[in-house]
T-cell receptor
Framework: KQEVTQIPAALSVPEGENLVLNCSFT??????LQWFRQDPGKGLTSLLL?????REQTSGRLNASLDKSSGRSTLYIAASQPGDSATYLC????????????FGSGTRLSIRP | GAGVSQSPRYKVAKRGQDVALRCDPI?????LFWYQQALGQGPEFLTY????????KSGLPSDRFFAERPEGSVSTLKIQRTQQEDSAVYLC??????????????FGPGTRLTVL
């Protein structure tokens, strides 16, 4: 059974720092991995989607990497800003059940001004 | 532009009541998903529709949960005889592809259900 783990559960850093969020998954047989952002009381916003054949994706200050063989992904945020404060969720689509997305529990990020 | 909308945004129900939650996907989107998100947790898959066909309902927690999408657009998630453990945020997502979740998902704001 595919499981997705995100560590740490919460993170607080001062504004301007570069930071890395970690995601691990137990089964490397995945179609893709996606990073989402969730603001309090709101739905999820897709940030980056990495197909299984890709190693990384970049969008602005965000860079996500994927190492399928080790079951790991990282989300790198450069020059963090208070507006980056949110919960970041990692999710995979497994081969075993390709109609569903399996989510981690998220990392709650707080950027201090 | 119009995104995925859900109604109501908040619902309080007494234990034992039936509730119906509505999802309006982005127009033309083929795939539609329902998720349940407990406090402090990631969303958990409930069910998947491709147009009007419910292709996967393996995540529905019990036979009290029922979902439909009769015309391939709007979807309704119905929970019968609600129980306290049903309290959660229910999220709807859609995408234009017929290939399920292989592509970017567009999420609605969710319905927060509280069962007293």
């Amino acid at each position: 059974k595919q499981e997705v783990t995100q560590i740490p559960a919460a993170l607080s850093v001062p504004e301007g720092e570069n930071l890395v969020l970690n995601c691990s998954f137990t089964d490397s047989a995945i179609y893709n991995l996606q990073w989402f952002r969730q603001d309090p009381g709101k739905g999820l916003t897709s940030l980056l989607l990495i197909q299984s054949s890709q190693r990384e994706q970049t969008s602005g200050r965000l860079n996500a990497s994927l190492d399928k063989s080790s079951g790991r992904s990282t989300l790198y945020i450069a020059a963090s800003q208070p507006g980056d404060s949110a919960t970041y969720l990692c999710a995979v689509v497994p081969y075993s059940s390709a109609s569903k997305i399996i989510f981690g529990s998220g990392t709650r990020l707080s950027i201090r001004p | 532009g119009a995104g995925v909308s859900q109604s109501p945004r908040y619902k309080v129900a007494k234990r034992g009541q039936d509730v119906a939650l509505r999802c309006d996907p982005i127009s033309g989107h083929v795939s539609l998903f329902w998720y349940q998100q407990a406090l402090g947790q990631g969303p958990e898959f409930l069910t998947y529709f491709q147009n009007e066909a419910q292709l996967d309902k393996s995540g529905l927690p019990s036979d009290r949960f029922f979902a439909e999408r009769p015309e391939g657009s709007v979807s309704t998630l119905k929970i019968q005889r609600t129980q306290q453990e049903d309290s959660a945020v229910y999220l709807c997502a859609s995408n234009p592809s017929a290939r399920g979740p292989y592509n970017e998902q567009f999420f609605g704001p969710g319905t927060r259900l509280t069962v007293l």
